[in-house]
């Protein structure tokens, strides 16, 4: 499949099977197709991944994406400019997130709630097996455009709410709900259209007692 091309570092088969695979599921998921292949591009500096998203990046950052582009920390520095030990798998999953965040978007035609976008290429990407478990919801709708937050980041629960609520009411009921979010203009319009197509008003209370 020519969906993959590879600047700055050699080619590498597990990663153009790994995107190739992820294209075919979230394909799958979405019932879309993307409008442009997808380029992987390593970097080889933290400083250079702050130069990329145009921002000073968490140590714990080694994936990226920005339009059609896959920015990924590369292997021979990935151990001294991060403060995570090098994984294949892990590699792998970061790849799998990131593209599909291209498909939430081209679906939903925003990136936005910063919530959904997130827990949903958590899901998907498989990415939940490595997180811990929690016990309640208590911050996740709080990242509506940003991932941090006074120490707090999106990653710890929104996936888990993804997963929670396509294991309830079904995948076509959330790919509609995607679909319904490109007419919001904010966080209370996605809070609302969420009660119209689930029934449910979306506050932890509610999603903590499903």
Request: glycine share 4%.
């Amino acid at each position: 499949m020519n969906h993959y091309s590879l600047a700055s570092a050699p080619f590498n088969k597990l990663y153009q099977e790994t995107i190739d695979q992820a294209l075919i599921d979230c394909e799958k998921f979405f019932g879309i197709k993307l409008s442009q292949n997808l380029c992987l591009i390593y970097l080889n500096s933290r400083q250079q991944f702050d130069d990329v998203l145009g921002r000073k990046t968490l140590p714990f950052e080694t994936g990226s994406s920005i339009s059609n582009l896959i920015f990924m920390m590369a292997e021979e520095v990935f151990e001294q400019e991060s403060n995570k030990k090098f994984s294949q798998e892990s590699t792998v999953l970061t790849l799998r997130h990131e593209v599909c965040h291209k498909f939430f978007q081209r679906l939903a035609w925003t990136s936005q709630p910063t919530w959904l976008n997130e827990g949903t290429a958590i899901y998907l990407s498989g990415q939940l097996k490595k997180r811990n478990k929690i016990d309640k919801f208590s911050n996740f709708l709080l990242f509506e455009s940003t991932n941090f937050i006074d120490g707090q980041n999106v990653y710890k629960e929104s996936g888990f709410f993804v997963e929670k609520i396509i294991d309830l009411f079904g995948k076509e009921k959330f790919i509609e709900f995607l679909k319904s979010i490109r007419k919001n203009s904010g966080n209370q319009d996605v809070l609302k259209t969420f009660n119209q197509i689930y029934g449910l008003e979306l506050n932890y209370d509610n999603i903590n007692k499903l």
